[in-house]
């Protein structure tokens, strides 16, 4: 196998099942993704359609059970289908791509039995696109300046503010809402969860597609709301001020998904590189026959060979339990800073192509930049990581 085609295999952390798993993700980005994703980026958004293709390969909800319409299996399953995505050539462009297993799993561990039937399956099947909805314009790392409210009316809530930064929002269809629902003037201010379905939802706007640093055919939306009506049944666990303990109990998950992609991501990148430095020349002889190339690579694969033996280590304690918001601050933290300075060194190492579009390294660096923002910005890790000192 190639450098390029032996990316994530062999690993001891996964089983024979995982692997396989790997093999159909693999094909899944290779042929559905990888020859449209120009196209897709010409019409300023890929497909909702793609969705149900992933669903027919057996993709999306991997780690969900089967009663709810998953795959049975487990974590692993959903962070190898996140590499994957970050092992495409294609996967920068997707942005935040196939991320709404997090949802699917927020709801499989805080929603009530009747939500976790109803929505599930659709999930699996890719019917449903969706996200979870915290950050407003005037609150991103301080949830807790959170302003978007929502009031009991009888048997509904109805819900007015503004979200920002929902990935997917151009072609979601329904996501959970992080909103507050004490009177608005408490000093402790209470939170709940809601599930809000976009499609004939009054009073909803969804913003159009914001502009991202890379060229992509992923999108990021803003949402409006206008006294939005959802009746309390949507209330995720069918409980009143649980919301961030609700958002809280996938949060470290979300971090390993982007510490997997971000750590994929660096991998990918070093094996463009070194491939591409072996076949350039410059001064009569291949760009990696000089000592700089060399040591730069060399410093690029030693940073990325350590965050791995990290993560996978947190990997495999997943199998059996929880990580800690420590670890998978650690975890977010490593990755997406050594993703950063790493996407930054290869880039380079292909001169002017590097900065073109020729090339997937330039959407894979500008990507990068985005993994230490998102699911917590780095400065909230370090915060997170020194708690525990
Ligand atoms: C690609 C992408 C996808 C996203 N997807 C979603 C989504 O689907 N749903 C969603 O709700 N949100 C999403 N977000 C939003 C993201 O979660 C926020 O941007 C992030 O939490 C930071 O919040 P902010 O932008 O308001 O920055 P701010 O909170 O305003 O931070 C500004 C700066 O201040 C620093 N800072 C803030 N507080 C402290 C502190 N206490 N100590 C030290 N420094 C501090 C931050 O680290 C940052 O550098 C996405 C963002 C990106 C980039």
Redesign the pocket.
């Known amino acids: 196998m190639s450098d390029l085609a032996s990316l994530g295999f062999g690993r001891e952390v996964f089983r024979p099942d995982h692997e396989e798993f790997r093999r159909t993700a693999r094909r899944f980005f290779q042929h559905e993704v990888e020859p449209n994703v120009r196209q897709w980026e010409d019409d300023g958004h890929f497909p909702a359609e793609l969705f149900r293709e992933a669903g027919k390969y057996g993709l999306l909800c991997a780690g969900i059970p089967e009663e709810y319409g998953g795959m049975g299996g487990d974590v692993l399953h959903h962070l190898v289908m996140h590499e994957e995505q970050a092992y495409s050539l294609a996967g920068a462009s997707l ?2 791509g196939l991320a709404t297993d997090s949802v699917a799993y927020t709801l499989l561990l805080a929603g009530t039995e009747e939500q976790k039937r109803e929505w599930l399956p659709r999930f699996a099947t890719g019917d449903v696109i969706s ?5 407003e314009p005037a ?4 949830v807790q300046g959170t302003k978007t409210h929502a009031k009991r009316d009888g048997d509904d809530f109805v819900i007015n503010g503004q ?5 997917n929002g151009p072609i979601m269809t329904m996501f959970l809402l992080i909103a507050r629902t004490d009177d608005g003037t408490s000093e402790k201010p209470s939170f709940s969860m809601f599930i809000v379905p976009v499609e004939g939802a009054r009073g909803l706007t969804v913003g159009k597609r914001m502009e ?1 640093m890379p060229k992509s055919c992923g999108g ?1 939306s803003e949402v409006f709301f206008d006294d939005v009506r959802v009746p309390a049944s949507s209330l995720v666990g069918g409980v009143e001020g649980a919301g961030l303990s609700a958002g809280f109990k996938t949060l470290a998950l979300g971090r390993m998904v982007v510490a997997a992609r971000a750590l994929a991501a660096a991998e990918l990148g070093l094996a463009l590189t070194t491939d591409y430095v072996k076949q350039r020349q410059a001064f009569g002889q291949r760009v990696i026959d000089f000592q700089n190339t060399q040591f730069e690579l060399a410093s690029v694969k030693t940073e990325l060979t350590v965050g791995r033996a990290y993560l996978d280590s947190l990997y495999r304690k997943m199998l059996d339990s929880e990580v800690d918001a420590t670890e998978s601050a650690i975890a977010k933290l490593w990755c997406t800073e050594a993703e950063g300075r790493a996407l930054d060194r290869c880039l380079q190492l292909f001169g002017g192509f590097g900065f073109s579009d020729e090339y997937p390294i330039s959407k894979m660096y500008a990507l990068a930049r ?1 993994h230490r ?8 890790m370090r ?1 997170l990581i020194a708690r525990s000192l």
């Open positions: 942005e935040g996200e979870v909805a915290i950050s609150a991103g790392s301080d979200k920002m930064w929902l990935t991202m990021l985005g923002i998102q699911v917590g910005t780095s400065e909230i915060l």
